[in-house]
């Protein structure tokens, strides 16, 4: 019995998603001019550039420069929903695509043999004369990536 009334009510919720999604697909846009008579569309010349009359209607603006500091440029990128607060949570959503990358086998689980095995490879490529020793110059090449920095004009 409680299968039953458990499977008629996902039904009944899979029937409502169904519903909003189709009427959200069918949804006409608010500004859409209204499609051309089948008499012009036979008169049109394919060479000649369509012509409009925007009247009263006004584009977005323009994007404007931040005034935010690279303190709290720096800040927001962990803020994720802008409350001005960083949770645990969001300072770890940062470091998901690493881990990830580490995690080989995909169970969410970092064992010491996918790290090991990470770390030989990085170990290997900076290795570049294979004496299983790194000089300082080979180590320097495991450093990141600096972005090249903008000039900083007051123009």
């Known amino acids: ?87 645990r949570q969001e300072m770890l959503s940062s470091r998901t695509d690493a881990f990830r990358a580490l995690d080989v086998d995909g169970n969410n689980l970092l064992t010491f043999e996918e790290w090991a095995v990470t770390t030989s490879e990085r170990f290997e490529k900076m290795d570049a004369n294979k004496d299983l020793e790194l000089s300082q110059a080979e180590f320097a090449t495991s450093a990141p990536r600096r972005r090249p920095q903008r000039a900083s004009c007051n123009c």
């Open 1 to 87: 019995m409680r299968q039953t009334v458990l499977g008629v009510f996902v039904g009944l919720i899979l029937a409502g998603v169904g519903v909003f999604w189709w009427q959200g697909r069918a949804q006409v846009e608010l500004y859409a001019p209204p499609p051309p008579e089948p008499e012009e569309l036979a008169e049109a010349d394919p060479n000649e550039l369509p012509e409009s009359n925007p009247g009263d209607m006004v584009g977005p603006a323009p994007p404007e420069a931040s005034d935010l500091t690279r303190e709290e440029r720096r800040f927001f990128r962990y803020d994720r929903n802008r409350d001005r607060i960083i949770t």
